[in-house]
């Protein structure tokens, strides 16, 4: 093959991107390209408001932002008081009850640290992350 | 006696090596011929030593893209849609990168890029390391996961030497090609 190295490095980039595309579609329902959460891990407003009383609310903000306005009823639980908050939230816990963690919007990471430490180090099942987060619920929560 | 005369010249002629072309590679005696089927031996173990690692770690990222996705975004250097077309891609470009060094096709491209993702995963890793942050680089799936940083350093530098060494190696065999 004689080719100059360019041509041979874009043509092996090219052959790479069928199989790639492929895979994409393979795990289309396990991975969403959105945010780094799995779509079997998240809910929307309007799931979790059907959940009513068996869902318990976690604030996954910082503490200024909980102080500021929350959803009501939501638990702080945040990483920079994780050890004072756990024993909080705990407490308010009761087995069978689905947890819904929100951060500050689409974009932040808070609310999937929060629920993936809530299932590492708690071993809690049934933690969901809210889709869009208090944005999305400030948007919602009069319809 | 003129054809013999004739015939010897003609052999001498054969046996008087190329001016463009080096020594080395049109071997005379049975010795430099061996030496040079030795070297010739060595470097196609290299690469597939080298192409070897890449399957295994091309394969590894290739059955978990999620996993993979996540370490990428670990990183904090990407968005995560980025993160996420990155897992799917980069393992299959590395399987093929790797099975162009088993088949030498389209070779000098395949070296170049890997050693441009080493070199890429290099500075990310060295970036990552200086930032504070605590996390597994991905490179080969769960089996690096606690790897420490320069153990990540050395093998990512072992690999980069031996594909630098390959590429230097193509690069000089396809001028001198050129050449003649």
């Known amino acids: 093959m004689k080719s100059s190295l360019v041509a041979q490095a874009v043509i092996l980039a090219a052959f790479a991107l069928l199989p790639a595309a492929g895979e994409a579609i393979y795990f289309r329902d396990k991975i969403s390209w959105r945010s780094a959460i799995a779509p079997s891990e998240m809910v929307t407003v309007e799931q979790a408001r059907e959940w009513g009383n068996t869902a318990i609310w976690v604030d996954a903000r910082p503490d200024d932002d909980f102080a500021n306005d929350h959803v009501p009823g939501a638990i702080s639980l945040n990483e920079d008081r994780w050890n004072e908050l756990l024993p909080q939230f705990l407490a308010a816990w009761t087995p069978g009850k689905k947890t819904v963690v929100y951060c500050s919007s689409l974009s932040c990471n808070a609310s999937r640290e929060v629920a993936h430490r809530l299932r590492k180090d708690a071993q809690l099942s049934d933690v969901f992350v809210l889709e869009g987060g208090w944005e999305a619920w400030l948007k919602k929560k009069n319809r | ?180």
Request: with cysteine.
């Open chain 2, 1 to 180: 006696m003129a054809q013999e005369k004739e015939q010897m010249k003609e052999t001498s002629n054969a046996q008087r090596p190329t001016p463009n072309v080096e020594r080395s590679e049109h071997p005379t005696s049975g010795v430099e011929r061996s030496a040079l089927n030795v070297g010739r031996f060595l470097w196609r173990i290299l690469d597939f030593v080298v192409a070897g690692i890449f399957i295994y770690a091309g394969v590894l990222k290739a059955i978990d893209p999620v996993q993979f996705a996540s370490d990428i975004d670990n990183y904090k250097l990407l968005p995560w849609p980025v993160s996420v077309a990155i897992a799917f891609y980069l393992p299959w470009l590395e399987i093929f990168c790797a099975l162009g060094l088993v088949f030498r096709f389209l070779y000098r491209g395949a070296l170049s890029i890997l050693s441009a993702s080493i070199v890429v995963f290099t500075l990310a890793t060295i970036a990552a390391k200086a930032r504070g942050l605590d996390i597994t680089c991905g490179c080969f799936g769960h089996a690096s996961q606690h790897w420490s940083f320069p153990a990540h350093l050395a093998t990512n530098l072992g690999i980069l030497a031996g594909l630098l060494a390959l590429l230097f190696k193509a690069t000089r065999r396809n001028r001198l090609q050129n050449s003649v």
